[in-house]
């Protein structure tokens, strides 16, 4: 079985899908045979980055709300993903640019290593939602990939260049050839498809047919 999914680090609803498929891989025991390709999603690459500007003001910016109304649904965002415990902070996240984050994905994506790659993708994640940090900042992420064994020159390396861009625009294309409807969109075998950040169950329902319909 190959999973490929198109997710953002800045969007919860993926972290929270991608910790919903992983837990039903591994209830089924097939997580350490089972493929999960990265593929690298945007939901505004118009971010900068660096930036003044709260989490709380952007979302009601962009989602024409008002500050309170704003705050709610961080606040629900929160609530979903501690219903899985899963422990975010949305209205302390920073909004700004996630390309940096998504050439680092792409390189140790080369390195062929699926282990080290999910650890990569789960640590983004905690920068981003848990820690709080700019996921823009070369130093955060070289600090990040460092905790997490990558090395630190070839970390720098890929932050100080243009390196994996490529990579990344060649995923976001492919979604849009797709017409993806919104992130996250899992895609099982080429095949089968689930999009958002769906209960554990339905993960493990669809793998399950899956499962049963190649054996």
């Known amino acids: 079985m190959e999973i490929k999914y ?6 919860p609803y993926c972290y ?4 919903q498929l992983q837990r039903a891989l591994e209830e089924l025991k097939i997580a350490d045979q089972t493929p999960l390709e990265f593929m690298s999603f945007q939901l505004d690459p118009t971010l900068p980055t660096t930036t003044n500007k709260s989490m709380t003001e ?3 910016q962009t989602h024409k709300l008002t500050t309170q109304e704003a705050l709610s649904q961080l606040e629900q965002i929160d609530k979903m993903a501690a219903n899985i415990n899963l422990p975010i ?3 302390a996240a920073i909004p700004v640019n996630t390309l940096a984050a998504h050439r680092l994905i ?3 994506e080369s390195l062929n290593n699926q282990a080290l790659l999910n650890k990569t993708v789960k640590r983004l994640y905690q920068v981003y939602f848990n820690d709080n940090k700019s996921i823009a900042d070369n130093k955060v992420l070289t600090n990040a990939m460092s905790a997490i064994g ?3 020159d070839d970390v720098k390396s890929v932050l100080e260049s243009g390196k994996f861009e490529t990579e990344v625009r060649k995923n976001e294309r492919r ?3 797709i017409g993806m409807p919104s992130a996250p969109l899992f895609v099982i075998n080429n ?3 689930i999009t958002g950040a769906q209960p554990y169950e339905v993960f493990l329902e669809a793998l399950k047919k899956v499962i049963n319909k190649n054996a």
């Open 106 to 108: 792409k390189y140790v």
């Open 191 to 193: 095949k089968y498809s």
């Open 150 to 152: 990558l090395p630190t």
């Open 175 to 177: 979604a849009f050839m």
């Open 6 to 11: 198109w997710a953002d680090i800045a969007c």
């Open 16 to 19: 929270i899908g991608i910790t």
């Open 89 to 91: 902070k949305m209205e």
């Open 58 to 60: 952007y979302y009601a």
